[in-house]
């Protein structure tokens, strides 16, 4: 037998590959189908009336189920938002722009979005935006559906209402 | 010790892959129905554990989203295990025994059908030697079966025969995923999974979510009219190399069986009316036979997996927990497949490769403690 190597071994390599196909499920389903007509669906609480966007099935807060879709605007309020101004792998956008969170008109909850149309300065919480939709036949239902969202040129809503959507 | 018991149980019936639900949506109503069966509502419950696999969600933090539909507000003392959950439902025991929580409520759930749980499971290896040369749970339990069958001389048919005992358990389960019974010279003719196991010697894999409630004496007789008592309770783990270890047997089940015995005051395996075991295969099943007391194959003692145990359908992580779950059902008088007059019952739950962590509760229709 030959004398050990006399160089150590620093590193491995190992590789970790893990495919998945996840179940959307009916509800969000649902969800991701009426995107591709230009439509935003959330699901209602049982118990308070609360909105869910994306659907869930039940109200994380009352634990009511919640057993309705119902429609929520493509419009809505700016809660938080942050100004990025480092390149995130896979975005391929201009820096710096505006993340955001936007109550939608229907919603009781926010959803993360990305503001266009807008210098970094002029974000505001109570702002006012709207979706700008990929156009027809683009459209596949999914997430990307929603281009981004852009100022809408409304007037600000004011704190109190999205104080408890943020 | 604090007398503590099972006061509810709910399971979504085994399937191969629900294409409907998300796993979460399969856990909400088992956890409104648990609640149900024990009359209260959330508020009555102080703890809650969960046992889940990132790697089985495919997401980073998967086990949060559980919180969302076992409700998030007010919030609860809450902790996850990335085991089966089973080993929750330890850890909720134990919190209790310390007197921090009277009640607590343990799921587990999963859908190894979104992605491969073989492959998932060979991280469960160390990656300089044995994952890196690619083994998964197939080829371990393989190991160990061949392990096991050259120390005994147990052979294919001694397999076969185990396994038909189990389909044919399954059968009248109504929760089971193989409800088909099948002979053990059916068994014999079914294509090798990894030699020496067949396809009819192991567990197939499921998808399913359970929920589960604990309350200690003064709460669970308010729960429940037929509360089942933990009687005795102990884990025990074993070296993660496969080379470290007689494979042929389980020398932690057997410690962790000895343990719960004497917490139990149970003399021997043979002292109970049946044993739920988590054996992923045939020859799993013999080697915990063996090392909980029990011959390795024929009748005559305690009825060994009921409910046609994981041979009929097995969820990961969840399998040890609806082993506890059927004995839940069989001391309380609602399993669909009565073992009669049962009044103590052995469940087990497995963790790792080739039975690296075993976990042995004992159980009873009787108080342990006055």
């Keep these: 037998m030959s004398a050990p190597p006399t160089e150590p071994v620093r590193y491995i390599d190992s590789n970790v590959y893990l495919p998945y196909d996840y179940v959307a499920g009916d509800l969000k389903a649902l969800y991701l189908r009426a995107l591709k007509d230009r439509r935003i669906l959330g699901s209602k609480c049982s118990k308070t009336g609360k909105v869910f966007v994306p659907p869930l099935p039940n109200s994380p807060e009352s634990f009511a189920p919640c057993n309705e879709l119902v429609e929520v605007s493509d419009q809505g309020t700016m809660t938080t938002f942050c100004i990025v101004n480092i390149p995130v792998i896979g975005r391929n956008l201009e820096l710096p722009y505006v993340a955001a969170s936007v109550a939608l008109d229907g919603a009781d909850i926010s959803i993360f979005a990305l503001i266009l149309g807008i210098k970094p300065e002029d974000a505001r919480m109570g702002m006012r935006v709207r979706a700008v939709w990929k156009p027809d036949g683009e459209r596949t239902g999914s997430h990307d559906d929603i281009a981004h969202f852009e100022p809408s040129g409304e007037p600000d809503a004011p704190l109190e209402s999205i104080l408890h959507r943020l | ?370």
């Design chain 2, 1 to 370: 010790m604090r007398n503590v018991a099972i006061v509810a149980y709910a399971q979504a019936p085994f399937v191969a892959v629900d294409e409907h639900h998300t796993s979460t949506e399969i856990l909400y109503p088992q956890i409104r129905r648990a609640l149900a069966d024990c009359g209260v509502e959330r508020e009555a419950i102080d703890y809650q554990v969960g046992g889940s696999a990132d790697y089985v969600d495919g997401r980073v933090f998967g086990f949060v989203a559980a919180v969302d539909v076992m409700g998030s507000w007010p919030p609860k003392q809450d902790l996850h295990l990335e085991m089966d959950a089973a080993f929750a439902a330890h850890y909720a025991w134990i919190r209790m025994q310390a007197g921090d929580c009277d009640t607590a409520m343990i799921v587990g759930y999963g859908k190894p059908g979104e992605g491969e749980l073989n492959r998932i499971l060979n991280l469960q290896l160390d990656p300089y030697y044995q994952g890196a040369v690619g083994l998964d749970l197939a080829s371990t339990s393989a190991l160990q079966a061949s392990a096991y069958m050259a120390r005994t001389g147990a052979g294919d048919a001694d397999l076969a025969e185990v396994a038909a005992r189990n389909r044919a358990a399954g059968a009248r389960n109504p929760d089971a995923w193989l409800k088909q019974p099948a002979t053990a010279a059916e068994l014999q003719k079914t294509p090798w999974a990894v030699e020496p196991l067949r396809q009819g010697y192991v567990a197939p894999s499921c998808e399913s979510a359970v929920c589960l409630i604990l309350a200690a004496e003064g709460k669970a007789e308010k729960m429940s009219k037929t509360p089942v008592w933990i009687h005795g309770v102990d884990q025990r783990a074993e070296l993660q190399s496969l080379g470290s270890r007689d494979l042929s047997k389980s020398a932690s089940a057997g410690m962790a069986a000895c343990k719960a015995f004497e917490m139990a005051g149970v003399k021997t395996a043979n002292d109970v009316d049946l044993v739920e075991l988590s054996a992923l295969t045939a020859a799993e099943e013999m080697i915990l036979r063996e090392a909980v007391g029990l011959p390795a194959r024929g009748d005559g003692g305690p009825a060994i997996n009921p409910s046609g145990g994981p041979l009929a359908g097995s969820a990961a992580m969840s399998t040890g927990l609806v082993r506890l779950g059927e004995v839940y059902r069989q001391l309380s008088g609602k399993a669909a497949n009565p073992v009669k007059n049962a009044r103590r019952a052995i469940a087990h739950a497995a963790q790792g490769h080739a039975l690296q962590h075993n976990l042995v509760w004992v159980l009873g229709n009787e108080r342990r403690w006055s």
